[in-house]
């Protein structure tokens, strides 16, 4: 276990290792989704269908939140 000031590394946190993981197979297909959305939605508003027992617009703003936190993280 690493101690609290160690940074947190692929071979000391699983969790860290399972993201990376996920975002080395589907992150650039998420980011170019999201590209294209941002392109193609300019002017407008979207309408995101509902799903339930999910607040899919939730969800994506704390999605927002702690990826810009991870950033501020990343050295």
């Given at each position: ?7 947190l590394?692929?071979r ?6 399972m993201?990376?993981?996920l ?13 294209s959305l ?6 407008r508003?979207?309408?995101?269908p ?5 607040d899919?617009?939730?969800e ?9 936190s991870?950033l501020?993280?990343?050295?």
């Amino acid at each position: 276990m690493p101690h609290p000031e160690d940074p947190l590394t692929i071979r000391n946190d699983m969790q860290l290792l399972m993201f990376m993981r996920l975002w080395t197979s589907q992150g650039s297909l998420a980011l170019r989704a999201a590209s294209s959305l941002v392109s193609r939605s300019e002017g407008r508003t979207i309408e995101i269908p509902e799903k339930q027992g999910r607040d899919i617009k939730a969800e994506i703003i704390q999605m927002h939140k702690h990826l810009s936190s991870l950033l501020d993280r990343i050295v």
